[in-house]
Nanobody, 124 residues
Framework: QVQLVESGGGLVQAGDSLRVSCLASGRTFSRLSMAWFRQAPGKEREFVAAITLSGGSTDYADSVKGRFTISRDNAKNTVYLQMNSLKPEDTALYYC?????????????????WGQGIQVTVSS
């Protein structure tokens, strides 16, 4: 089993930056591909960003390319999502996800483990 705990969310203004973190435990972190998804009220959960085992490859949703950066620190068992130039439409519950093996999955079914989510609210 893998436990994922997100932190760092909050309320910010449009144009601000915010970094959310996800601490993993229960399995060798360097063997997990990691991703961030988000879900706004009344909408389906959508892919935001993914990163492979060593961080050598990343993938982003078109809506966040150039503004968000996913990274990981395998020594700290942590994956990060740096969010810049935030917009009100980025408001959502942000989820950390993990899967064993090498992948850059962009769908919820690609991931076996999920955090509880953390709220990010961007005011206009």
């Amino acid at each position: 089993q893998v436990q994922l705990v997100e932190s760092g969310g909050g309320l910010v203004q449009a144009g601000d930056s915010l970094r959310v973190s996800c601490l993993a435990s229960g399995r060798t972190f360097s063997r997990l591909s990691m991703a961030w998804f988000r879900q706004a009220p009344g909408k389906e959960r959508e892919f935001v960003a993914a990163i492979t085992l060593s961080g050598g490859s990343t993938d982003y949703a078109d809506s966040v390319k150039g503004r968000f950066t996913i990274s990981r620190d395998n020594a700290k068992n942590t994956v990060y999502l740096q969010m810049n130039s935030l917009k009100p439409e980025d408001t959502a519950l942000y989820y950390c996800a993990a899967a064993a093996g090498i992948r850059l999955g962009g769908h919820t079914y690609d991931y076996n483990y999920w955090g509880q989510g953390i709220q990010v609210t961007v005011s206009s």
